[in-house]
């Protein structure tokens, strides 16, 4: 069976980290976010197909052209917008089996697949699809079902409880029949749940797979830190590749990778993990739910919590870096700070594409693109985004969202 991966999409609401790459190439817990996805399907999968389009070099860059030994071929997605129009792309490379779909932003387990196909079978059905149950189903559409059947997909119904899509699904080749009678969506695209909705009008089988495990849809930064504790917190073993100087501290687990140096007086409470080549010390204070990448460095009187610091980025000296993301190549000048609560206890809110959201936590720091920079002493307010490629100047603070490449000073 074939699995194909939907990764084309633009991730507008992940900006800035999305600047200048697709999402699923940015690293949480240390690796892609797409990797999980192939290592969660690779068992029932003999091959991959994905979907591109958006910055498609950066992601063939990170995977090259096979996973675990099984070949990737990547497919340029057809003119539009949707998934109905990624999942037709792919139509030339599957055959007359069926095949397994699943969102390239999206963390889901092995166990929701293995239900789900099981589930395919069982009911002999034309298509399945996971679902969840959630107590409030503001923010997805409804799965209403009967039986062991799905009946429809409907529209986002409110803070009530049921089921909704995971966005992994199991189709026949005859689902791109459908597909090329789905219209347009009045968000301007052609999704496959409208494709799903036309195959039950036809009488086709649309069964379900209910999964209890976790999973997380990839949409906003925050996202990146729920899924960054989520991984540490369940998989990460004490392991020491690199050098841990006298005078140490590691609580476990912290996971250091190879050619890492831990100086003298770090003090650092697991579940942390560090990547390859990277400097850690001496004194500094590294805390629980932080992710360092490979390069880096954590100097000198520097505090991380709860943050991801993607590679080759530096907090060298003086610094606190609170539930926040720090993308690649980065600098933070001595005395930068990330405010990541307000006097209130508000929960924070944060821009995205135009509009404040809730982020739903009352702790959330600064959300930082590739290639920043910052001189001494910058304070940034909680949930401030700052674009890849800009430069912080000494003593700046930075309450506004600083766009990519822009040159901000006192
Ligand atoms: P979305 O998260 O809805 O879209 P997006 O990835 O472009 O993000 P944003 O809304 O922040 O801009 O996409 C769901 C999945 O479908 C995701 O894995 C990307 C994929 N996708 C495509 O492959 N092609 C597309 O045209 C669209 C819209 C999404």
Redesign the pocket.
Known sequence: MKGVI?????????RPLTDDRP??VLKVANRPIIEYVLENLDPFVDEFVI?V??QKEKLIEVLSDEFNGKPITYVE?LP????A??IESAREHIGDEEFIVA????YFEEDGVRELVAVFRREKADAALLVKHFEDLSHFGKIEVEGSLVKRVAEKPGKVPGYANL?VYIFKPDVFEFIERTPLSERG?YEITDTINLMIDAGKRVAYAAYSGYWN?I?RPWNLLELNEYLLKTNLKHEVRGTVEEGAVLIPPVEVGEGTVIRSGAYIIGPVKIGKNSRIGPNCFIRPYTSIGDNCHVGNAVEVKNSIIMDNSNAPHLNYVGDSIIGENCNLGAGTITANLRHDRANIRVEI?GKLEDSGRHKLGAIIGHNVKTGINVTIYPGRKIGSGSLIGPGVIVDKNVPPRTLVVV
């Open positions: 939907l990764a084309a999409g633009k991730g507008e609401r992940l999402k699923v979907i389009r958006y997605q539009g917008d949707g998934t129009k990624a969102n390239g932003d999206i966005g695209e849809d949409g594409k």
